[in-house]
């Protein structure tokens, strides 16, 4: 499974971004997408996911601000991210679980997103 990521940038707080993940590869075996971010010094947090379902979670940090959603014509999901707020910035990393007898995680190559005050 390959990631692509993309999407993020420099906004000022209250403003808006989307980024997007593209997977390509074995994607029928991927159960599982998502975000996680990492800000400096921090470990890295699951930010929201979604199942081949269509299920989602979120960090309660970003309910209410965030959605993540799918295309699968495109095999993309995008995480519309509103009212951002200086602790949002951080490193953003696209996530595909394959669950395959065991878990394998792959990360995207991760996408910064810069919120100033």
């Known amino acids: 499974v390959q990631l692509q990521a993309s999407g993020g940038g420099l906004v000022q707080a209250g403003g808006s971004l989307r980024l997007s993940c593209a997977a390509s590869?074995?994607?029928?075996?991927?159960?599982?997408m998502g975000w996680y971010r990492q800000a400096p010094g921090k470990q890295r947090d699951l930010v929201a996911r979604i199942t081949k379902g269509g299920s989602t979670n979120y960090a309660d940090s970003v309910k209410g601000r965030f959605t993540i959603s799918r295309d699968n014509a495109k095999n993309t999901i995008y995480l519309q991210m509103n009212n951002l707020k200086p602790e949002d910035t951080a490193v953003y990393y696209c996530?595909?679980?394959?669950?395959?007898?065991?878990?394998?995680?792959?990360w995207g190559q991760g996408t910064e997103v810069t919120v100033s005050s």
């Open positions: 996530n595909a679980l394959v669950l395959d007898g065991a878990a394998y995680n792959y």
């Open positions: 590869g074995r994607i029928y075996s991927i159960s599982v």
